[in-house]
C-alpha cells in the first residue's frame, strides 16, 4: 500500500504562484476540449470534487450549451471519521446537497444535468473497481469526453475512480481528461511524478473563480472539522486557495 501524501499543509500556495514552469503550461480552450455535439461528462469521486476540480470550466460549458452529465461516485460520509457532530448518517444525506447547492451557484442548469449517483462505499471505492468501471460504462457515448480525478492524484478513491473511468472510456471509445485536485497539495511545480507533457491550462476569468469560491462555501461539512476527535477541515483554507487559481489543469 502507497504511503498517504496528503499530510500537513502542503506545498505553499505561493511556490505555484511564482512557478515559471507552471506560468508556461500551453493553454487550452475547454470548447475545443468538448466540441459542439459533444457530451462532458464529469465523474466525481466525492461530492465537491467536481467544482473543486473544474468549477471554472464547467461554467463555461454551462454557458455554451453543452450537454452534461455528474456521476457522483459516493456519497462522501467517511469525511469525518468518529464525529459525533458530521457522522456517516447526516453525511450521507447533507454533501449531496451541498453539491446541488454548489451546482446551483455555479449558475448549472439544474433541471438539465443528468446526474448519476453510484452509491459506493467512500473511501473503499477501489475493492468495486471492476464494478464501478461496469457502472460508468452504462452511462456513456462514445462521443462523450470524460473529465475525472487523476489516476495518480493521491487520494485512494481519487485514484480508482480515475482507473475506473479510464477502463470504461477505452471500453466505449470516448475521451478521457484527468483533473489534479489533491497533487496540488503534496506535488511541486517541477516535480517529475506529475505528467507535465500532458499538462494543459484552461484560463479562468475573475468572474468565474468568484462563482468556484462562492459555489465551495456550499460545502459546510468540508469547511468544518471536529476538534473533538482532532479532525481538521478537509478543505482548509490553504487547501482551497490552491484550487482557486485564475485556471484549472487538464492532463490530456
Given at each position: ?33 468538448v466540441p459542439a455535439g459533444a ?165 479562468l476569468a475573475p468572474a468565474l ?44
Open positions: 500500500m502507497k504511503t498517504n501524501p496528503i499530510v500537513g499543509q502542503g506545498t505553499p500556495l505561493h511556490r505555484w504562484q511564482t512557478s515559471s514552469h507552471l506560468a508556461h503550461l500551453p493553454v487550452i480552450d475547454i470548447l475545443t476540449l457530451r462532458a461528462v464529469i465523474i466525481a469521486p466525492h461530492p465537491d470534487d467536481e467544482v473543486l476540480g473544474c468549477g471554472g470550466f464547467l461554467q463555461v460549458l454551462a454557458e455554451a450549451g453543452r450537454a452534461l452529465q455528474l456521476i457522483s461516485v459516493t456519497d462522501g460520509s467517511a469525511s469525518h471519521p468518529g464525529s459525533k457532530r458530521w457522522p456517516v448518517e447526516r453525511l450521507s444525506t447533507v454533501r449531496p446537497q451541498e453539491s446541488a447547492e454548489a451546482l446551483r451557484r455555479l449558475g448549472l442548469p439544474l433541471h438539465s444535468l443528468q446526474w448519476r449517483r453510484g452509491g459506493f462505499a467512500d473511501s473503499q471505492v477501489a475493492a468495486r473497481e471492476s464494478e464501478l468501471s461496469a457502472f460508468i460504462e452504462r452511462h456513456l457515448r462514445p462521443s462523450d469526453v470524460l473529465f475525472t480525478t487523476w489516476r495518480e492524484d493521491g487520494h485512494c478513491d481519487h485514484e480508482a475512480v480515475g482507473r475506473a473511468s479510464a477502463e470504461a472510456a477505452k471500453r466505449v471509445g470516448a475521451t478521457l481528461h484527468e483533473l489534479p485536485v489533491w497533487t496540488w497539495h503534496w506535488a511541486t511545480p517541477e516535480d517529475s511524478r506529475v505528467p507535465w507533457h500532458r499538462a494543459r491550462k484552461i484560463l473563480v468568484a462563482r468556484k469560491r462562492h459555489a465551495l462555501q456550499a460545502f459546510a461539512s468540508q469547511l468544518e472539522g471536529d476538534p473533538h476527535v482532532g479532525l481538521p477541515p478537509v478543505l482548509a483554507p490553504y487547501v482551497l486557495e490552491r484550487l482557486l487559481q485564475p485556471f484549472e489543469v487538464v492532463f490530456l
